[in-house]
């Protein structure tokens, strides 16, 4: 990883836009898994009415429930794990890039990146603010914290209750994450791919949103009970 932020390096000329351009290439590689997943997404609120009439319908039996959730899915061409798979393939890449970081910070202690350099407010708020991107900044923390939180914010809920749920995990992950970043020291570096790869995603998330097409589903279109069945 560092190597190759090092080749990019090469090219910018400035870890710091090395770091950007490290983000871009990474979202690019991960455009077509995130459109399916933001399709499942919304797929899965498309029909959420059907399933909880389902829900409520066999609330008792839930081998039924399963069986004709199952017949749903597939009717509507849709795979309620197919939102996971984005999410298995950017952890690796968020770890490996973490560890490399946090490895060689020696590497940044020169490296400089918009309002982070050597300058009088450096010198004033040297607590605050960072003179390199190997220390630690707080505007930089709070923008990552904004953007994680948008983008937490948009993405789409499958209920009216799980949108309530997700709006207060994402003030908590906010605040969870933005307060280990200050508290453990994490150099600029890492919290600059972070906030990139972030604010990439609140763009990609307005593309993909407007450009998805969801599964359509005509009222009372969910399987219904065989003739006999008794309703639960």
């Not at 899965?44 to 609330?59: G, H, S």
């Not at 994402?170 to 605040?175: D, Q, S």
């Not at 790869?197 to 065989?226: D, K, N, W």
Request: charged share 15%.
């Amino acid at each position: 990883m560092i190597t190759l932020l090092r080749g990019i390096e090469g090219v910018t000329h400035s870890y710091g836009w090395a770091i950007v351009v490290f983000a871009v290439i990474v979202k690019l590689a991960l455009y077509a898994p995130t459109r399916q997943q933001y399709q499942a997404m919304k797929d899965m609120q498309k029909i959420q009415p059907e399933l909880q009439r389902l829900q409520e319908l066999y609330k008792d039996d839930q081998q039924t429930l399963q069986q004709k959730q199952m017949e749903l899915f597939k009717e509507h061409n849709v795979n309620p794990f197919a939102s996971c798979l984005p999410l298995l393939i950017q952890m690796p890449i968020l770890f490996a890039i973490w560890r490399a970081i946090m490895v060689d910070q020696h590497l940044f202690e020169n490296a400089y990146f918009m309002w982070i350099y050597p300058g009088p407010l450096q010198n004033l708020f040297p607590e605050y603010l960072a003179s390199s991107l190997a220390g630690r900044d707080l505007p930089m923390i709070l923008f990552y914290g904004l953007t994680m939180y948008l983008s937490s914010r948009l993405t789409p809920a499958q209920s009216a209750q799980a949108a309530s749920q997700q709006k207060q995990m994402a003030i908590i992950m906010t605040v969870m994450f933005s307060w280990m970043m200050w508290v453990y020291n994490w150099p600029c570096a890492l919290i600059l791919y972070w906030s990139v790869f972030s604010l990439l995603t609140i763009v990609q998330q307005a593309i993909i949103m407007r450009s998805v097409e969801p599964a359509t589903v005509p009222q009372g279109s969910a399987p219904q009970p065989a003739e006999g069945e008794k309703k639960v």
